[in-house]
């Protein structure tokens, strides 16, 4: 039994990393895969250096979303696609890595990706460029597939403060660029949620310094990004509460 690992959906596979177990408090570096049609735990191939043993990191899994829904789609071989537009590829699809706590209580700061694809699996530590963001735990790491990049938000810092930054890393070059979100700018948080829904990230949740955040949700408009310039323009709106919410949930 464990907490405060990783978790991530491949196709009808769910893959874990690290975490701290239950009863002897340890930091783990282990990794699995849950076979959903079978359900069965299994350890697949893999080379490379994994990363060290973790706690409170973040992930997210960078793929297409034509393989994502095709009925052929393995974890070692990719579906033929005709349609899809090689621009949005990434040089490496899998799952990326970010941040955590290590058995040493370093606050880490590399970005790593298990590479996904061909069989063995392969482990990977991504050299970037840019500006990287501090070590952080408890952020969260979204995949925006419109422009390829990576989107890290919030978290706790080495300096143990609690962040309401944002970065983005371009899977292109694999450079990373501190985003200016202008309007209201989210409360400092970490241990929050974010999804990607269209080209909006929404931010929910999480704890501060001082408290538990509200329900109020956040949606910063990730469409003002501008790639090519390298500049942070981002929109964030504020949804006020369960009201604004269930007004949101009656449109869709």
């Not at 949606?219 to 369960?242: H, Q, V």
Request: include cysteine; charge should be positive; proline fraction near 5%.
């Amino acid at each position: 039994m464990r907490r405060n690992h990783i978790s991530e959906l491949i196709g009808s596979l769910m893959f874990i990393h690290g975490g701290i177990e239950k009863k002897s408090n340890k930091y783990l570096n282990d990794y699995w895969f849950l076979d959903l049609d079978k359900m069965r735990w299994m350890q697949l191939d893999t080379k490379g250096q994994p990363p060290p043993p973790l706690a409170y990191h973040c992930s997210t899994l960078v793929l297409p979303t034509e393989y994502k829904l095709h009925p052929n789609f393995s974890v070692y071989k990719f579906p033929e696609v005709p349609s899809r537009v090689e621009h949005s590829r990434s040089k490496n699809e899998g799952v990326f890595i970010y941040g955590g706590i290590d058995s040493d209580n370093k606050i880490r700061n590399e970005l790593r990706l298990l590479k996904i694809g061909k069989k063995p699996l392969e482990w990977c530590l991504i050299k970037t460029k840019g500006t990287p963001p501090d070590g952080r735990v408890s952020a969260t790491l979204n995949y925006f597939e419109e422009l390829n990049v990576l989107i890290l938000y919030g978290g706790k810092c080495e300096d143990q403060s609690i962040s309401s930054d944002m970065f983005i890393c371009d899977l292109e070059n694999y450079s990373w660029n501190k985003v200016l979100i202008f309007d209201r700018s989210p409360a400092d948080r970490a241990e929050h949620s974010s999804c990607i829904n269209g080209k909006n990230l929404i931010i929910f949740g999480g704890v501060n310094k001082n408290r538990y955040l509200g329900s109020d949700m956040y949606i910063i408009e990730l469409e003002l990004w501008n790639k090519k310039k390298k500049r942070g323009c981002i929109k964030e709106n504020m949804m006020n509460g369960a009201d604004d919410i269930k007004s949101m949930l009656k449109n869709i």
